[in-house]
């Protein structure tokens, strides 16, 4: 039998992060050699960007919990 | 070039992954800090002057550093009384020499824990302090509690981290091993993930205390609520605390500047203590500047006192409240001042910043604030963790180093500027003889 899961990309509004990494800490797939930088932030002068984001989510909701400025969304 | 194992010089998680990329001594990425960290590391250009600025005859005016540091010692060696304040965001070895500066001119020297944690200092050397490391509460805590705190906007990765989410070694699952108690008088960020948030009306942290205390100690409580909380709610959360593996209270100014001050902190102390009977507890101080911590460590190993140091006597006493900065300000006993690495200005009471305004005094402080603007003598300095290198106490009194990602020729060190006015005031003998009536 072949399961299949449906899989999210992760977005995350660079005005409204702070950095805190919770969402990075709390998700049980990421690993963060598969992040895009590789880190868990990456700022810059003029743009702040958390590095997540990623075509394995399983969408189970832990990032979205536990972000405090509510600034990810999964689609 | 990549800067690795950079230490944040922001908050007292002195957290100490950041990766910084740097190209041509210009910092072009920060990776792995918060955004308060980063903007110290990618801000570090906004409000900085390349000259000392001396006021002289109601004219502002740059001048070079000699001449600026000379001026400094010919004002501290004509006054009586001086006093030092600041410290909390330059390293040990900059507070060193303030320590010894203060004492040469048998002066007062304070840090910023006098407006902040004060009377948590003078509670843990009343009750005790039995707290443990961060590296303790990643590894083994599995219930987090914080009082009168919000780390996610003061210390954004205080939870990532140190204590909610890591995998530690008992506990491997990360968040799901542990759970969150937030005890605050309004629902903060940190409060919305709680696994059980207390909303505790103001001021009356201690009498919440007092009543998990005597749940602990085996009395019942007669009344429905306390300080705005359930009565049930209460038990339940001592039946959390008392049934956890290894349990954390961090507490911040919600607690420490509430009614009571000090002696909520020795209540607040003595839970842990009494918890100690059921299972293992420690307390934590959610340190705000990343080197405040320090500031105490070096006041404390050089005079035995952790803040309001008053030297005036040839030797260190300690009265907070009476020979704290804001006091001996708003007492009018000093005539003069060296504020180091802080903008007393734009925090202190009306009534000591009026006296502060009312005499010299010098400011040394890489960022041109507020206090800059008043100062008599403003000396520029480097920034600590930025562009020089230097020691620094994490909030859990663990001392480490901070790293140099660019260099600054321009601007001297502020333990360089702090030497330079020791050795000045030490070659002047009769300042010595003077004071110390030899
Ligand atoms: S929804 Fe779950 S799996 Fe997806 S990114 Fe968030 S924490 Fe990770
Ligand atoms: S949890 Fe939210 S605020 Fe924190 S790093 Fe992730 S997206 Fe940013
Ligand atoms: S939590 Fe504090 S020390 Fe860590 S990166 Fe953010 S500001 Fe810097």
């Known amino acids: 039998m072949v399961l299949c899961m449906k899989l999210y990309d992760v977005y995350i509004d660079e005005e409204k992060c702070i950095g805190c990494g919770n969402c990075i800490v709390c998700c049980p797939e990421i690993d963060l050699e598969e992040i895009e930088s590789g880190y868990l932030t990456k700022m810059e002068l003029k743009n702040g960007i958390i590095a997540i984001k990623k075509k394995f989510c399983t969408g189970c909701g832990n990032c979205l919990k536990f972000c405090p400025r509510n600034a990810i969304t999964i689609r | 070039m990549i800067v690795t194992d950079v230490v944040c010089p922001f908050c007292g998680c002195l957290c100490d992954d950041l990766v910084i990329e740097v190209d041509n001594n210009e910092i072009k990425t920060v990776r792995n800090a918060c955004r308060l960290g980063a903007s110290k590391f990618l801000k570090h250009k906004k409000n900085r002057k390349k000259k000392p600025i001396i006021k002289e005859n109601g004219e502002k005016k740059e001048v070079d550093f000699d001449y600026a540091i000379d001026k400094a ?49 003078v509670s843990y050397q009343t009750v005790g302090y039995p ?31 140190y204590t909610l989410y890591p995998r530690g070694l008992f506990t491997e699952r990360g968040f799901l091993d542990r759970k969150l108690i937030v005890i605050d008088v309004r629902e903060t960020d940190t409060a919305k993930i709680a696994t059980k948030f207390l909303r505790i009306e103001p001021n009356k942290d201690y009498e919440l205390v007092s009543a998990m205390r005597s749940i602990l100690n085996g009395l019942d409580i007669q009344q429905d609520t306390i300080a705005g909380i359930k009565r049930d ?11 956890c593996r290894y349990g954390v209270l961090f507490f911040g100014m919600g607690l420490t500047q509430t009614y009571g001050r000090d002696r909520t902190i020795d209540n607040a102390i003595s839970l842990v203590i009494d918890l100690n009977r059921y299972t293992k507890f420690s307390i934590m101080m959610m340190r705000g500047h990343y080197n405040v911590t320090g500031s105490n460590q070096v006041f404390a190993w050089l005079s035995g006192f952790p803040y309001a140091v008053d030297f005036t006597r040839g030797y260190p006493r300690y009265n907070p ?118």
């Open chain 2, 233 to 243: 709610e209460i038990y339940e959360i001592v039946d959390m605390m008392k049934s």
């Open chain 2, 73 to 121: 010692v010919k004002l501290l060696k004509n006054s009586t009384r001086c006093l030092l304040y600041g410290f909390s965001s330059t390293s040990n070895e900059a507070i060193e020499y303030g320590v010894k500066i203060a004492e040469l001119l048998r002066g007062y020297i304070d840090n910023t824990s006098t407006v902040c944690h004060g009377p948590s200092v």
């Open chain 2, 321 to 438: 409240g009476e020979t704290s900065a804001v006091d001996v300000l708003s007492n009018k006993e000093v005539d003069s001042a060296l504020i180091i690495a802080a903008d007393p200005v734009s925090n202190f009471p009306k009534e000591a910043i009026r006296h502060l305004l009312s005499i010299p005094y010098i400011n040394v402080d890489p960022f041109y604030n507020l206090s800059s603007k008043y100062a008599k003598i403003y000396i520029p300095t480097k920034i600590v963790g930025v562009e020089v290198e230097g020691t620094a106490y994490r909030m859990d009194n663990i001392p480490i180093r901070l790293r140099k990602v660019i260099e600054n020729e321009d601007l001297p060190s502020d333990e360089e500027v702090l030497k330079e006015i020791y050795e000045r005031l030490i070659e002047d003998e009769i300042v010595i003889k003077e004071r110390y009536s030899i």
């Open chain 2, 131 to 161: 707290s443990c490391t961060l590296g303790d509460v990643k590894n083994r805590a599995d219930l987090i509690i914080y009082w009168g705190c919000n780390p996610l906007n003061a210390h954004p990765r205080h939870l990532s981290r």
